[in-house]
């Protein structure tokens, strides 16, 4: 079936790179999305990777993908405390229209 | 600006009274989509629809309904059989002709039932 893990928390030092990390289940995945939530908002869309590509750069954002163990990480360097949020990993299918499947999410929390 | 906004941003109701949530979008998008988002829960998927007057349940339909009469509306009716309806609902719009399937979301609406 479907499943998208992720861990629930990571605290970090401002200044410091984040690592969020992400495992899916179903390899026929099109589209991996990360998206950002802060507080009473709704979701932001940060960033996605096709699933044939290992690596996406977005200024202080990296996304990294290893179809082989189906785990999808997103580094962010020189983190802020603006970035504390949480994070969701998510992913499609390749079918337009159909919703995307939400990992549970990740808070990041930036201290300074 | 384009974008998609979810009214009112906070919503109270008495237990067995019926409540509609707003969505409407100006991004010219085919297919809207509802969540639902509990602590610690992520989100679940409610109903979503791919095209005007079309619509189908997601995960939790049971306790909702919603319409699909003009493309860019999909309002949220949450019904009085809904066991547990306080949470953050959360509206979303995806475009179907670029085939990158990225959903953008509404605000949110916090609904609470007492």
């Known amino acids: 079936g479907e499943d998208v893990e992720q861990s629930l928390f990571l605290s970090v030092r401002e200044g410091d790179s984040s690592v969020i990390n992400c495992t899916y289940t179903?390899?026929?995945?099109?589209?991996l999305y990360w998206y950002k939530q802060e507080p009473g908002a709704g979701l932001q869309l940060l960033t996605y990777?096709?699933?044939?590509?290992d690596m996406k750069q977005d200024q202080r954002l990296t996304v990294l993908l290893n179809k082989k163990d189906k785990h999808l990480s997103l580094r962010i360097a020189d983190t802020q405390t603006g970035d504390s949020a949480i994070y969701f990993c998510?992913?499609?299918?390749?079918?337009?229209?159909?919703?995307?499947?939400f990992g549970k999410g990740t808070t990041l929390s930036v201290s300074s | 600006d384009g974008g998609i906004t979810q009214s009112p941003k906070y919503l109270f109701r008495k237990e067995g009274q019926n409540v509609t949530l707003s969505c409407e979008q100006n991004?010219?998008?085919?297919?809207m989509y509802w969540y639902r988002q509990d602590p610690g829960q992520g989100l679940r998927l409610i109903y979503y629809?791919?095209?005007?007057?079309?619509?189908q349940k997601g995960d939790i339909a049971e306790g909702y309904s919603v319409s699909r009469e003009k493309k860019e509306s999909f309002p949220l009716t949450v019904t009085s059989a809904q066991k547990n309806p306080t949470a953050f609902y959360l509206c979303?719009?995806?475009?179907?002709?670029?085939?990158?399937?990225?959903?953008?979301f509404g605000p949110g609406t916090r609904l609470t039932v007492t």
């Open positions: 991004l010219n998008h085919d297919a």
């Open positions: 179903d390899s026929s995945s099109t589209y």
């Open positions: 629809s791919q095209i005007v007057n079309d619509f």
């Open positions: 998510a992913e499609s299918f390749n079918q337009a229209g159909t919703a995307l499947i």
């Open positions: 990777i096709f699933s044939n590509m």
């Open positions: 979303a719009s995806s475009p179907t002709g670029t085939g990158t399937y990225e959903q953008y």
